[in-house]
Structures are given as C-alpha cells and as structure tokens.
C-alpha cells in the first residue's frame, strides 16, 4: 500500500504539532525534517513519537559522516527511519545499515544529487532497501518530479520514496510511477486547509493505487 508521508520542515515546534494534529488521520508517515532537528534537536523526536505512538517516525538526519552514532541517536530517540545521504563514504552507509539491522529499524538513502543509475546500483550490492527520489528545495525552481528520478531506481529491487514539491495537481503523474511512499511538504503545511487537503491527498492516492 502506497504511504503518504507528512514533512515538516523549516517550522516552529508548536507548529509541527499543530500540523500534524491536523493531519494524523490521513498520513502515515511523519517526518521531522533536518531543518527542524537542527533546531530542536532529539527532543522533538521523542515527543513527537510519545504523541503519535502508532505512527511511523522517520527523522531526516541527512547523515555524511559518523553513521553508527547518528544512526543510533536517531533510533534511541523513536525514529522508525533514519536518512543518509547516498554521496556518504561507503563506509558511513554500511554503519547506518548495520546501525538500523541491529535496532530492527530502517534507514532510507537520500539520493539527492545523484544523477547516475550505477551510483544506486553500488548502494543496493552494499544492502540499500530503501532510497529516497529527492528534488531538493532549491532545484525545484527549475524543474519538477519527471520520469528522470524514476530512471534511478529502474529494474532495481529497492523501495521508493518521492519528495519535492509533490502537489494534489502532481500527484497522478507521480502515481503512476508507483513509489511505495509519497512524501508531502508545503502541499501539506502551507495549505489554508491542512486537515481537507490531506484527505484529498489520501484519497487520491487510494483511488489510484
């Protein structure tokens, strides 16, 4: 079943709470975004994983370097899910694995600026599972989601995740891509309406999944 993931980011602490509250019944997935752990560090991990016990936390720690601890940091606090960047030394991605295999957790491998299928190849032979297709913020002043990011991931056996500037007028293309989750941000926390919108995003995904 394709999951929607809410992403908070660059947002006061009150207002990622508020958010979520608004939206917890049509998401699946919550994100704490790297901009918001820079901020507040651990503890919003952990309060947000003590106010949401039954959904899935991921915490976008973008990971480059020392991946055991982080890793490690992120899961002890509540994470389900953890991010490194796929442009990390080998070895730091083999931490992060190791890390989350040992904690029955998971890690997800941002691939952020990776341009070249082989890279992906290499990082599922090193046992990546899972990696994030990520427009960044600032790229998406000049392009959007397009068959390119998809090509990343073609014939290989690894679950996706989708972000960057996903709307509800977007999403049917990049449904029919059939990423395992699809991850929302200011579609989501710059709505007039967060609760509506993201039930227009959950049914939309349901009725053409």
């Given at each position: ?145 397009g068959s390119e990011l998809f090509d990343l ?10 972000a960057g500037g996903v709307t509800l007028k ?40």
């Amino acid at each position: 079943m394709m999951k929607l993931q809410l992403a908070l980011d660059r947002l006061s602490w009150d207002r990622c709470f508020q958010l979520t509250e608004d939206v917890q019944e049509s998401i699946d997935i919550i994100e704490i975004g790297t901009g918001v752990i820079k901020e507040y560090g651990m503890a919003i991990v952990r309060e947000m994983r003590k106010r949401y016990p039954h959904h899935i936390i991921l915490a976008d720690m973008k990971i480059c370097d020392a991946g055991k601890h982080e890793a490690a940091q992120a899961f002890e606090a509540g994470a389900d899910i953890a991010t490194v960047m796929a442009f990390a030394p080998q070895a730091t991605i083999i931490e992060t694995l190791e890390t989350a295999r040992s904690l029955q957790k998971e890690m997800m491998v941002d691939l952020l600026g990776v341009t070249e299928p082989q890279l992906v190849q290499e990082l599922v032979q090193l046992g990546v599972t899972f990696v994030g297709l990520h427009l960044g913020k600032d790229q998406q002043k000049q392009q959007q989601i397009g068959s390119e990011l998809f090509d990343l991931v073609e014939g290989l056996s690894v679950r996706t995740a989708v972000a960057g500037g996903v709307t509800l007028k977007s999403l049917p293309d990049i449904i029919a891509y059939q990423p395992n989750v699809i991850i929302v941000g200011s579609g989501l926390t710059k709505a007039e309406d967060p609760h509506t919108m993201a039930k227009q995003f959950k049914e939309e995904i349901t009725r053409n999944v």
